[in-house]
Structure formats: C-alpha cells, structure tokens
C-alpha cells in the first residue's frame, strides 16, 4: 500500500482564490512528521511547510496552512491568496520514526496551474 | 537551513560516457542523500552518504552504477556511470537538519538528458 497518496493528478485555480491539495497518508507510527514540498519547473524542491503528529495545532507558514486531520491520516495542504508564481509541483512526504529512519517518503505530487 | 550548491544545473550527455554531480554544503551536516527524479514520477532515493564510510543504496541501486564519495560534512557527489537513455532525470541532492521534524533541505537539481 502507498504510505502518501496524492488523487488530484491536477489543479487549476484562479489567480487571488484559495486553493486545497489532497494528501492521505498511511502509518501505524505514533511519532512522525508530514511535509509538503514545491517543484516549479527548474526542479528545485522547496520546503513549504511541517506538521508533527503531536502538534496540536494546524502548521502555517505566510500563504500556506496545513490542514492536519490526524483521525482521517490527511495534511492537505491550503494556499490562500493563489499567485501565478504559484504554478508547480507540490509534493507531500511524510516521515515515519519507526525504524529510526530519518528519510521521508514522497508522494506522486499535484500539479498546480494558476490561471490569471 | 543549510544552502546547498549543486552543479552541474543540467547537462546533456551521451550514452556511455559518465557524469559526475556535485554537492557542496554550507555548514557540516551528518547525513546527505541522494535522490533520482524520472520524468513526470516522483523522487526516488538513491543512496545515503556517510562521511567516512560506504554509502548506503536502496534496493534497486547499485554502487557500480552510481558510486558516491563523501570525503568531509561538507561535500558530496553523485557519479551516474555508463549512462543510457533512461537514465536521464533529475538527480537532486539533499541534506537533514534533525531540529524542527528533521526537515530535508534540497539543491536546485541537475537536469540530466542522455542520448
């Protein structure tokens, strides 16, 4: 089974409007961390935002909140305010502490297009 | 967080011949890694890089194919031997910084086309 799912293969959203990207997850580890990274289209992956499992509160970062539903194992990911430079990949990872691995595991990503 | 420099950014290469990438970071980082992104797939671990030791690869990784060196906390490169059409990708570097969830920190890629 696929530890990250990401269902929406694409988005497209109006430029200013806000914007939800899917991610469930599946671990049986009490202890572990959800990422969410972007892509734009010179491969760069930028770090956006981090949720930890015993965090009791949504992580934000500026435009960027995660909605973290800890019963239903889903971070999606929420920008607000979209803007054209917006437009990538957006990748959520999750790491898992069992084992003592310290290495995330990615899911197969949502292309975003913001359209002005 | 760590400001990583990889290089070469891209580069076009023919079938056979080798390619070595670099990855130079900006403070000591125990643990670097390395990871292969196919088009239109996500990323794919290659291998860990120890200072000091032997990489680790994941399955399906081979260190004929992909040796790594790690000579200090600061560097690290990623060589694709013998290189074939499907090799080509996006080869990125990317460190951990254990603080704050152990977030991983990525170079910009390099943007590798075999013919």
């Known amino acids: 089974a696929q530890k990250i799912t990401q269902t929406q293969p694409g988005m497209f959203v109006q430029e200013k409007e806000a914007v939800t990207l899917d991610c469930t997850y599946d671990?049986?580890?009490?202890?572990?961390?959800l990422f969410w990274y972007k892509q734009p289209s010179s491969g760069e992956m930028i770090f956006l935002i981090y949720?930890?499992?015993?965090?009791?509160q949504n992580a934000t970062e500026g435009r960027y909140s995660l909605n973290f539903q800890k019963a239903r194992k889903s971070a999606n990911l929420v920008i607000s305010a979209s803007q054209l430079g917006d437009s990538a990949m957006y990748f959520c990872a999750m790491r898992e502490k069992g084992g003592g691995s310290y290495i995330p595991t990615f899911g197969r990503g949502t292309s975003l297009i913001v359209h002005p | 967080s760590a400001v990583i420099s990889q290089k070469p950014s891209r580069d076009i290469c023919q079938r056979g011949t080798s390619l070595t990438i670099q990855c130079q970071v900006d403070?000591?980082?125990?643990?670097m890694f390395w990871y292969r992104q196919q088009p239109g797939q996500s990323l794919t671990l290659i291998a860990t890089?120890?200072?000091?030791?032997?990489?680790?690869?994941e399955s399906g990784f081979v260190i004929d194919k992909f040796p790594i060196s790690r000579p200090n906390l600061t560097f690290s490169t990623l060589t694709v031997s013998n290189m074939s059409p499907e090799d080509s990708s996006i080869y990125l570097c990317?460190?951990?910084?254990?603080?704050?969830?152990?977030?991983?920190?990525f170079g910009a890629g390099t943007r590798l086309s075999v013919l």
């Open positions: 949720q930890g499992s015993y965090d009791e």
């Open positions: 990317s460190v951990g910084e254990r603080s704050g969830g152990n977030i991983q920190y």
């Open positions: 890089a120890n200072q000091g030791s032997e990489a680790t690869y």
């Open positions: 671990t049986s580890d009490q202890s572990y961390g």
């Open positions: 403070s000591q980082v125990t643990m």
